[in-house]
């Protein structure tokens, strides 16, 4: 068996590679809006990073929305001084399990409908889209005696 030689590091790159800046984290919200996409969001500041899952306060054009967090990555090559940034994190786990989580992109991608109006449709009864708590309406009933 041949085994390679390791190569040997230029000193030089190695310093250039380490001075380089790392691309900022980037956070992927779906929003229930009629669009087909995701789009890009910067971190809250002083918070860690929003999980998969959670429901997030977010400009969307002149008004807030909230929006569940489908990812993170690392943002090469965007225009930094274009994206906003998180306003809340708004729940501390996420709201649905990995498997569902899986099954709404799936959905998402296989029905060629708005990923975020897919989260809009399964979300927990209980759990009011726009982050105010519960979702609890007060009903009146009347009767004849």
């Known amino acids: 068996m041949r085994t390679c030689a390791p190569a040997e590091t230029d000193p030089v ?3 250039e590679l380490a001075a380089m800046p790392k691309a900022p984290r980037i ?16 971190p809250p500041r002083g918070t860690p990073e929003p999980l ?3 429901r997030v306060r977010v400009p969307f054009g002149r008004r807030r929305a909230i929006g569940i ?3 993170s990555g690392r943002g090469a090559g965007l225009d930094l001084g274009r994206l906003k940034r998180i306003e809340a994190v708004l729940d501390a786990r996420p709201l649905l399990p990995p498997a ?3 099954l709404l992109h799936r ?3 296989y029905y060629r409908s708005p990923v975020g109006e897919s989260y809009a449709a399964a979300r927990p009864a209980a759990t009011s889209w726009c982050g105010t708590g519960p979702d609890v309406r007060r ?3 009347f009767s004849l005696r």
């Open 69 to 71: 967090v489908l990812g």
């Open 27 to 42: 956070v992927q919200v779906a929003i229930p809006a009629p669009l087909r996409k995701a789009f890009d969001y910067l």
């Open 52 to 54: 998969p899952g959670v």
């Open 100 to 102: 569902v989580h899986q």
């Open 13 to 15: 790159a190695v310093v």
């Open 107 to 109: 959905s998402a991608a």
């Open 139 to 141: 009903t009146t009933t």
